[in-house]
């Protein structure tokens, strides 16, 4: 029975703590062989008022002294436009071994299947048609990045909102490339 504690200051949404645990499992199935049934994820949410670094309590740092408030911590997931969705499920989950994470449609009907590996598989698409539909990165503060990427001279094509994935922003980069950045 294992059992992983994991120390944090509290203040994560409930959906944040969901999703930690369930990579938690998932880590730990996947690295350690760990049996999901009965293994144990504890989160303790410890004030900051109780956790000190560098003889500092956390209620005496200033907010952005332990985590940046906007940061991009790297490639969340790729969403590839093909001709033909069922070939291409063959060739990536029969013949390279993708597993299916979820299937959805999106809100024009295309639709998509989500993969573990990061991989997003669609038909078509918006113009001009390319098998790139869009590139997401991860990111924390994903509601601040509108005006950083406005001032960047990026244009906001959606949100930040809810999106299949969770929240996120859609922008378009200088030469037109859709990138997503997603918390």
Known sequence: MPVVTVQLYEGRSLDQKRRLAGAITKAMVEHAG???SGLHVVLQEIPPENWARAGVLGIDR???????????SGLHHLLLQVSDIARA?????????FTVRK??????????VVTDQGLGLTEGGPEPPGPVEHIAFLVKGVEDFKDIVETAGGEIVKGPGPGPYGLSLYF??????KIEFHE
Do not use: K
Not at 103 to 112: K, Q, V
């Open 34 to 36: 760990a049996d999901p």
């Open 62 to 72: 200033e907010p952005h002294d332990d985590i940046s408030v906007t940061s991009v």
């Open 89 to 97: 499920e063959a060739f990536y989950l029969d013949g390279l071994g």
């Open 103 to 112: 299937r959805e449609t999106f809100g024009d009907g295309r639709p998509l």
């Open 172 to 177: 378009l980069d200088p030469d037109g490339n």
